[in-house]
């Protein structure tokens, strides 16, 4: 399984066998960790299906809101980079790798061959890798919210440990309004209020015909529709050939919206950037979530209410 971007420009490639990488190595690259046992957690149902899993020494540090000084989150990463374990995962989101992108040695990350993993503010982390080196990361679980939980969601689990092992081929998903499209490109995307802050910068991957998803949280609709309006006039979404929407979650609807709600964004988004929009994929800040691999050539077609990405296919 190639982990590297299909951009000509790039010939940055990392492989591993379909045998699951059996080591975790776990850095706090944004937001503090509020409740370190959370974290012990998340170790132990790691452990119970079969990682090893070791902790950056600053992964528990504070700075302000911070896990730790920039210089601090910054070591975390670079020691990511010379250590053992074959995959590397953010422990939460939350807000900070956008003060670090251009402090980071991106052709390093990409040399070193280690899987990275991670969501929410990660999302910086897998767009600059990707629009630097040409590099594929993944968009997925984070160690507190998807296994510092008593019981981890068993769906989210599998499909971890199938993309880990470069066993999944296909993830269908429910989407009965989706438009119809039959199409390849580039997967990439992720939390698009960070999407969003790429823009105009040099850590927004410049794809043509790709295939984009997004999520959030605590965002209201026209908080969104805002952020995907500025990707349209950014001449990002129009180039795609789908759009594909995840999970937006935790927002409050007000008396002023006079039913104005996700629905209305989802039907503006149709009516004025005219690509294809698939609903329903399984991503998010919800306990269901697929592995994505960002940068990685996957084909996406609808058909009798269900959606299909094909990750393993002779294209």
């Known amino acids: 399984m190639t982990h590297a971007s299909a951009q000509h420009e790039h010939d940055r490639s990392v492989h591993h066998s379909h045998s699951s990488p059996k080591g975790i190595y776990l850095i706090s690259p944004s937001g ?9 957690m998340a170790r132990a149902r790691l452990a119970e299906l ?31 980079l010379v250590q053992r374990q074959p995959i590397v995962m953010a422990t939460r989101g939350g807000y900070g790798l956008s003060r670090l992108l251009s402090r980071i040695d991106w052709n390093a990350v990409a040399d070193s061959g280690k899987i990275f993993i991670g969501q929410s503010d990660f999302t910086a982390f897998n767009l600059a890798l990707l629009a630097r080196t040409g590099a594929c990361s993944y968009a997925g679980p984070t160690a507190i919210f998807d296994f510092g939980v008593k019981k981890p969601d068993a769906l989210t689990v599998d499909l971890f440990l199938e993309t880990m092992r470069g066993e999944l081929e296909i993830l269908g998903f429910e989407s009965p309004d989706s438009d119809p499209v039959d ?21 927004l991957p410049k794809i043509r015909g790709g295939i984009l998803f997004f999520e959030d949280i ?20 129009a180039r795609q050939k789908a759009i594909v929407l995840g999970s937006f ?9 006079n039913g104005f709600d996700l629905s209305s964004v989802v039907r503006w988004l149709r009516q004025t950037v005219k690509v294809p929009v698939v609903t329903g994929l399984p991503y998010g800040h919800v306990k269901v979530k697929a ?20 990750f393993e296919e002779h294209f």
Not at 183 to 203: C, D, E, F, H, K
Not at 222 to 230: A, P
Not at 291 to 307: F, H, N, Q, S
Request: charged share 20%.
């Open 50 to 80: 079969g990682f090893r899993t070791v902790l950056d020494r600053a992964a528990l540090a504070i700075h302000e809101r911070f896990a730790g000084t920039d210089t601090q989150r910054l070591a975390g990463i670079a020691r990511a």
């Open 32 to 40: 503090a960790v509020a409740d370190p046992p959370r974290v012990e």
């Open 218 to 237: 605590s965002e209201h609709p026209f908080r969104v529709e805002r952020m995907l309006t500025q990707l349209w006039h950014a001449g990002v979404l």
């Open 183 to 203: 199409a390849r490109g580039i997967l990439w995307g992720g939390n698009l209020a960070m999407v969003a802050s790429l823009v105009g910068t040099p850590y």
């Open 291 to 310: 592995t994505l691999p960002i940068g990685r050539k996957v084909g996406i077609a609808t058909e009798a209410g269900m959606a299909h990405l094909v």
């Open 249 to 257: 979650t935790d927002y409050r609807l007000a008396a002023i919206d």
